[in-house]
Nanobody, 112 residues
């Protein structure tokens, strides 16, 4: 199983980014997917997840600003992040939920 994130970068507070995750080696459309993040010195935390059928669930801190979506034809899923804040700075990981298949992570840095 291989997951490859892209789309991270450095932005100013209030700007937006869209992360992508390409998934290979698994029946993508049959599985739930998730985005996690890990800030320096913190534990990895879940940001959002999406079921095989497209139902979404967000951690309280992110609902309304972040949107998870998926494209089953392309075996990809996404995290659109709006109104980014400095505290959103972290490495973001994509995941086949709830399994231990992870991407390598993509850095998101938000400056004030």
């Amino acid at each position: 199983v291989q997951l490859v994130e892209s789309g991270g970068g450095s932005v100013q507070a209030g700007e937006s980014l869209k992360l992508s995750c390409a998934v290979r080696g698994i029946a993508f459309s049959d599985n739930s997917m998730a985005w996690f993040r890990q800030a320096p010195g913190d534990t990895r935390e879940i940001v959002a997840r999406i079921s095989s059928g497209g139902d979404t669930n967000y951690a309280d801190s992110f609902e309304g600003r972040f949107t998870i979506s998926r494209d089953n034809d392309a075996d990809m899923f996404y995290l659109e992040m709006n109104n980014l804040k400095p505290e959103d700075t972290a490495v973001y990981y994509c995941n086949v939920y709830p399994f231990s298949y992870w991407g390598q992570g993509t850095q998101v840095t938000v400056s004030s």
